[in-house]
């Protein structure tokens, strides 16, 4: 069963989908509703959830959930 957690939310929230089917896996290339538009949404989510700023860098490296929450992890954010 895959963990719903806040980042969990935060991408099911943007991208209009249900927390359970999403997982660390998910990423554009997997997940639908996942384009650049919402791609653009979720960063300014994910900056207004956890209280971050990213730079250019960290969102192109935003692949996935499991890359956003390593990126966020490095920032010292608690996910």
């Known amino acids: 069963m ?3 957690d ?6 099911a929230s ?3 989908l249900h927390p359970t089917s999403l997982t660390d896996d998910s990423s554009s ?7 650049s538009l919402s791609a653009a949404r979720l960063v300014a ?3 207004e959830t956890f209280n971050v700023e990213l ?3 960290e969102i ?11 990126m966020l992890r490095r920032k010292g954010v608690s996910v």
């Open 2 to 4: 895959p963990v719903i």
């Open 6 to 11: 806040k980042l969990v939310e935060t991408f």
């Open 14 to 16: 943007v991208l209009k």
């Open 29 to 35: 290339e997997n997940t639908q509703n996942w384009d």
């Open 45 to 47: 989510a994910i900056e």
């Open 55 to 57: 730079t250019t860098t």
């Open 60 to 70: 192109l490296r935003m692949r996935s959930i499991r890359t956003t929450r390593d």
